[in-house]
């Protein structure tokens, strides 16, 4: 680190100052903002608040796309149920439009649910503003601020700030972190989560006790500490669908566009050809716009209309691990800015265990990608320099990859144009395409989205865009302390393997696991447990309860065994090895609940451990001679 470098630091203070208005802003958390917005609002959050709520059946979703004729379309019709996707439909039914969602597999089966699982307040793009005085780069900076307030706000069961620790083996690293992190505080402004501040090389093992005390021949000399936010990513998208689904829209997930429906006269699209993969029937649904959020798949959408039109995904893979909950304290995250090769890496944890990743490498587009052994590797080896415990192969519960649509926009001139902003646009009349971008801004993207629609199709909505105030399902009256409310008033009822039906504690693991996942939502949960024997775990050291298998058949559109150990709870994310030994019973409870026979059983068995496969744990890796292959 060079006194240029610091220099340089400095002297963008003042381009952050004369940004914000030269105030600086000192508020330790997030400030609850206006929930005021009128009529409409009021009503949408009765809607969704009601604790009887219930979205509509999947067949009722499925007559409602039917229903949308040549003569009498919908509004508009999402194609993906991603992020963007799902935050497209919400943002559109809210507006008072009528609109249709379909995707093909499950909401959140691609890159929604592979995520770094953080809520990016943009302090990467700080650095680039500071040193290159990049205006441009600020305003990015600004508006991730403004959307990981919004998000947490609005889904606070699912989200909330985590504590990002960088540890610092000189001192002209911690002054240099010290101050472009006091920066970012500047910038946060009201947007701020905590302050930032800088511990001493003692305080910081005391925090954080696996902690590498060397580090490149050099002395630990402390760490600084940020914070940004921390997701439950898939959660987040199936509440989004759902709270759509309540909104108004019709969203149908295992339901793939096979092709799209052009006016002959005004060559305008004006609908799809879906086929619904669990039946395998077809079916034509109208709209007046068509929205494409396929992510890394929106190129095989264009090309629906001419096969020769140019790529716009330029997919990047990022590979992610988990490890024991014993490589991270509880509530403090580690994140390395720059490795040997010059990407972040980080160690953060997660719903009980740790997350590590990510890598950042080309790859091609497929629905099921892979992660390599060399990148699970490179995860290993880039932690392992940061840490006093010996960094174990063995110890990889789970590793997954994610592709990232980095987009191209095919109206620029320039081929070096590829972004991790979106982009929005219009190429074929009535099909609106957005991808690009990331989660922490999805709200905007789809507020863009549907902006764009509304001016193709000459729609009328009966108001402006409301998501920025409006919370999602399960948020409404939930408190951080509700887990004590379903631990006190709830007992699980469990079957032993002799049939009889015994009470169990609602233990504080499960109360808690219950009350995120859920939110204002976690009673009907909890009384499934208590009143229909469903009160055991799935898996030996998880918290997941059979009664969730049910609730999320019931009420959100959950069809599958992999929808269910990958989406709607976590466990496949988790622990590789404990959701094969879960998936039994899983399907013997959606099987009761989707009135399933044998031959399908023994098929969501076969698919869902195929599924596992691809979840490099160590027990799927190959090892040889102690080298893994």
């Not at 601020?145 to 083996?169: D, Y």
């Amino acid at each position: 680190m060079s006194v240029a470098s610091i220099r340089r630091l400095a002297a963008g203070a003042a381009v952050i100052a004369a940004a914000s208005g030269g105030a600086v802003y000192l508020s330790p958390s997030v400030a609850s903002s206006d929930k005021g917005g009128g009529p409409i609002l009021d009503s949408l959050r009765r809607r969704i608040g009601d604790p009887t709520a219930s979205v509509p059946s999947r067949s009722a979703q499925e007559s409602s796309l039917i229903a949308a004729t040549a003569s009498d379309p919908l509004d508009v019709l999402v194609i993906g149920g991603g992020a963007t996707g799902s935050g497209v439909a919400l943002d559109a039914a809210t507006r008072g439009l009528r609109v249709g969602l379909v995707e093909r597999e499950d909401f959140s089966s691609g890159t929604s649910s592979r995520s770094t699982k953080l809520i990016h307040g943009g302090v990467r793009y700080l650095e680039k503003a500071v040193f290159n005085l990049d205006y441009g780069q600020l305003k990015l900076v600004f508006h991730a601020l403004e959307e990981r307030k919004q998000l947490i706000e609005n889904a606070p069961h699912l989200c909330h700030a985590l504590p990002c620790m960088t540890p610092c083996f000189d001192w002209f690293e911690v002054i240099y972190f010290w101050m472009g992190l006091k920066m970012y505080d500047l910038v946060a402004g009201p947007r701020l989560l905590h302050l930032s501040r800088y511990y001493s090389a003692k305080e910081s093992i005391e925090l954080f006790p696996t902690l590498a005390r060397k580090g490149k021949d050099k002395n630990l000399r402390g760490t600084v500490v940020y914070y940004d936010g921390q997701m439950n990513d898939s959660r987040l998208n199936v509440g989004l669908a759902c709270t759509a689904a309540l909104a108004g829209a019709a969203v149908l997930n295992h339901a793939e566009v096979v092709s799209l429906i052009t006016d002959d006269a005004t060559k305008r699209i004006i609908g799809a050809r879906v086929r619904n993969n669990l039946t395998g029937q077809e079916f034509n649904t109208y709209a007046k716009v068509v929205v494409n959020a396929a992510g890394p798949f929106c190129d095989s959408i264009r090309k629906m209309i001419d096969k020769d039109t140019k790529p716009m995904i330029c997919p990047s893979s990022g590979v992610h691990i988990v490890l024991p909950d014993y490589y991270s304290p509880e509530g403090m995250g580690l994140i390395v800015p720059k490795t040997k090769d010059g990407r972040v890496v980080f160690m953060l944890p997660w719903l009980g265990r740790t997350v590590a990743g990510t890598t950042d490498s080309n790859t091609s587009i497929t629905s099921l990608p892979e992660p390599h052994e060399d990148e699970i590797q490179f995860i290993l080896d880039a932690i392992s320099d940061y840490l006093n415990i010996k960094v174990r192969r063995t110890d990889v519960l789970s590793a997954w990859s994610g592709i990232r649509p980095l987009a191209m926009d095919p109206t620029a001139k320039s081929t070096e144009s590829i972004s991790r902003d979106h982009v929005v646009f219009e190429e074929n009349p009535g099909l609106v395409t957005i991808t690009g971008g990331k989660w922490t801004t999805y709200r905007s993207m789809a507020e863009d989205a549907v902006d764009a629609a509304i001016k193709s199709g000459k729609l009328s909505p009966t108001n402006e865009c409301v998501t920025q105030k409006l919370q999602l399902l399960g948020s409404y009256g939930w408190e951080p302390s509700s887990f004590t409310t379903l631990a006190q008033q709830y007992v699980r009822m469990k079957k032993t393997y002799g049939g009889k039906v015994v009470p169990g504690a609602m233990d504080t693991a499960a109360a808690k696991h219950l009350s995120h996942a859920y939110g204002s939502m976690a009673d009907r949960v909890a009384t499934i447990a208590q009143e229909e024997g469903l009160g055991k775990r799935l898996a030996h050291g998880h918290p997941f309860l059979e009664a969730e298998v049910a609730y999320c058949a019931r009420h959100e559109y959950c069809e599958s065994a992999v929808d269910f150990i990958a989406r709607r709870c976590r466990i496949a994310f988790l622990d590789t090895d404990a959701a094969a030994r879960a998936l039994q019973r899983v399907v013997e409870i959606l099987a009761s609940e989707h009135k399933w026979d044998k031959s399908r059983q023994k098929q969501e068995l076969q698919k869902a451990k195929e599924f596992l496969e691809t979840f490099k744990s160590s027990k799927n890796a190959q090892f040889n001679d102690g080298k893994h292959n």
